[in-house]
């Protein structure tokens, strides 16, 4: 078995113009190569993924700020029969000491 070389591309804004939070953005690229090797499963892995993930980051004080993104699919071109998400949600705390 030999995983298919992957290759991910990320491109992210943000904007600084409000106090309490910062409105982000991100645009998210991966390519996947099937896997391959004798017990690799060349059908169905592999493909392409766009997706756009809008966000923000909220300041809750000096120290603590949340952050929170919806990653959402634009283009999804796999190969043979896989799962994928139809959104992808996170959230993070950031600490500061």
Same mark, same amino acid.
């Not at 099937?34 to 993930?53: F, M, R």
């Not at 909220?58 to 959402?72: A, H, P």
């Given at each position: 078995?030999?995983?298919?070389?992957?290759?991910?591309?990320?491109?992210? =804004?943000?904007?600084?113009? =409000?106090?309490?939070? %910062?409105?982000?953005?991100?645009?998210?690229?991966?390519?996947? *190569?099937?896997?391959?090797?004798?017990?690799?499963?060349?059908?169905? %892995?592999?493909?392409?993924?766009?997706?756009? %993930?809008?966000?923000?980051?909220?300041?809750? +004080?000096?120290?603590? *700020? $949340?952050?929170?993104?919806?990653?959402?699919?634009?283009?999804?071109?796999? +190969?043979?029969?896989?799962? %994928?998400? *139809?959104?992808?949600?996170? $959230?993070? $705390?950031?600490?500061? =000491?």
């Amino acid at each position: 078995y030999r995983p298919g070389n992957a290759w991910h591309a990320n491109i992210g =804004f943000n904007y600084h113009g =409000f106090e309490q939070w %910062t409105p982000t953005i991100q645009f998210n690229y991966l390519n996947k *190569k099937a896997d391959g090797g004798s017990a690799g499963d060349s059908w169905a %892995t592999g493909g392409q993924l766009w997706y756009v %993930t809008p966000g923000a980051m909220v300041n809750l +004080n000096d120290q603590i *700020k $949340v952050l929170l993104n919806l990653q959402l699919p634009l283009h999804q071109q796999i +190969n043979g029969i896989q799962l %994928t998400p *139809k959104y992808i949600a996170s $959230v993070g $705390v950031r600490i500061g =000491f």
